[in-house]
């Protein structure tokens, strides 16, 4: 399947491309500032004319911990003061955004930008894939430290409890 022209990249995947380039061309930056992020597509001119629909998908459409008004992508993450980076596996979703696109596909996107998807699944959204995370860091931590314990839970709270009345 060929790949996308710019006339057919979808808007959200704009966004999540702005964002991309921002985190690569500044790896020091943690987040960036929702104009920072709408500049970077405006200076990027991935379509002809910036679009009006920018400035909204990344104000609210594609932040996955706001609730959608309407759209529900889950490509970007609101950080502390507000600001934006990109989403990774972990990050808190609203329940209504749950299972929707976090990066854009392949063939929908121009060729050049390919190389942003190999990248952020390799280093940016890289996560342990330890057995029972589901994505979430909390219960990654099931299990730690089991090794160092010489009785069960229940024996040690049993134990704890001898004499009470």
């Not at 991935?46 to 679009?51: G, S």
């Not at 996560?127 to 160092?148: A, F």
Request: hydrophobic share 35%; aromatic share 8%; net charge positive.
């Amino acid at each position: 399947m060929p790949s996308a022209s710019t006339h057919d990249v979808k808007v959200a995947d704009e966004v999540w491309i702005a964002a991309a380039l921002l985190h690569r061309k500044r790896p020091a930056m943690v987040d960036f500032t929702i104009e920072e992020i709408v500049e970077s597509a405006r200076k990027e001119g991935i379509t002809a004319n910036l679009r009006p629909g920018i400035y909204v998908h990344v104000l609210q459409h594609c932040v996955a911990n706001r609730p959608p008004n309407p759209g529900r992508y889950c490509m970007l993450f609101e950080t502390e003061k507000g600001r934006r980076r990109l989403w990774k596996p972990g990050d808190s979703v609203d329940p209504k955004r749950i299972g929707a696109k976090t990066v854009p596909l392949r063939s929908e996107i121009p060729a050049q930008y390919h190389g942003l998807l190999d990248w952020y699944e390799s280093k940016y959204a890289k996560v342990s894939k330890q057995k029972g995370t589901v994505g979430d860091p909390i219960l990654g931590l099931r299990g730690l430290g089991k090794k160092i314990w010489d009785e069960s839970p229940d024996e040690y709270v049993r134990r704890l409890r001898e004499g009470w009345k």
